[in-house]
Every structure is written in structure tokens, then in C-alpha cells.
Nanobody, 127 residues
Framework: QVHLVESGGGLVQAGGSLRLSCAAS????????MGWFRQAPGKEREFVAA????????YYADSVKGRFTISRDNVKNTLSLQMNSLKPEDTTVYYC????????????????????WGQGTQVTVSS
């Protein structure tokens, strides 16, 4: 079992930055591939970014590529999402997710790939 808690959401003006964090507890964090997703009311959960167990491989949705950076600290058991050049369309609830990864290079982009989810943190970007 892995328990995930997101933080760092808030209100920011368009063009601004926010840094989301996800604190993990429970099983060995370094054994899990991690991801960030977002979901607006009435819409499906959308992939944002993914990272492998060791942090050497990352993957981004086209909508955030070049603006967002996913990273992890396997000593502090934390996952981060640095969000720059924010746009009003980035407004929604952001979730971190974890799944056990047997291959060190693997990362995952589908919500159904993940076993554990945080409770979400709201990001609001004003125009």
C-alpha cells in the first residue's frame, strides 16, 4: 500500500508558475513509477507527465511539453511537478499516482495503469 498526498496547488495568474508536490508513504518509493494526471469536472482524467522508478526517464503530454517538468526524490519520497508559463486551460484538479514497476525504465501514461492515487490539489490559473 502506498499513501499519496499532493500539495502546492493554488491560484496564479496566466504566465505564472506553481510547483506541485506529492509525498509518498508506505512501501518503498523507489520501486514505483509515478505520474501526474488532471481532471476537470465532467471530463475524463487526463495524462500530464510520467517518470520511471529512478527518475531517468520522463514523458509528457503534448499540451504541457516544454512548460512542465516532472521530477522525483527517492530519498525524500517525493514527486514534484514544476509548472511554468501556466495558462487558464491548465485550471483543474491535479492528481499524483503510483504503480509498482518491475522494469527500471518503464513509465506509464494511462490512468488504468496506476494502482494508487492521491486526493488531488486544485490549480486555478486566472487570465
Amino acid at each position: 500500500q502506498v499513501h499519496l498526498v499532493e500539495s502546492g496547488g493554488g491560484l496564479v495568474q496566466a504566465g505564472g508558475s506553481l510547483r506541485l508536490s506529492c509525498a509518498a508513504s508506505g512501501r518503498t518509493f523507489s520501486g514505483y513509477a509515478m505520474g501526474w494526471f488532471r481532471q476537470a469536472p465532467g471530463k475524463e482524467r487526463e495524462f500530464v507527465a510520467a517518470i520511471n522508478r529512478g527518475g531517468s526517464a520522463t514523458y509528457y503530454a503534448d499540451s504541457v511539453k516544454g512548460r512542465f517538468t516532472i521530477s522525483r526524490d527517492n530519498v525524500k519520497n517525493t514527486l514534484s511537478l514544476q509548472m511554468n508559463s501556466l495558462k487558464p486551460e491548465d485550471t483543474t484538479v491535479y492528481y499524483c499516482a503510483a504503480r509498482a514497476a518491475y522494469y527500471s525504465g518503464s513509465y506509464y501514461t494511462r490512468p488504468s495503469d496506476y494502482e494508487y492515487w492521491g486526493q488531488g490539489t486544485q490549480v486555478t490559473v486566472s487570465s
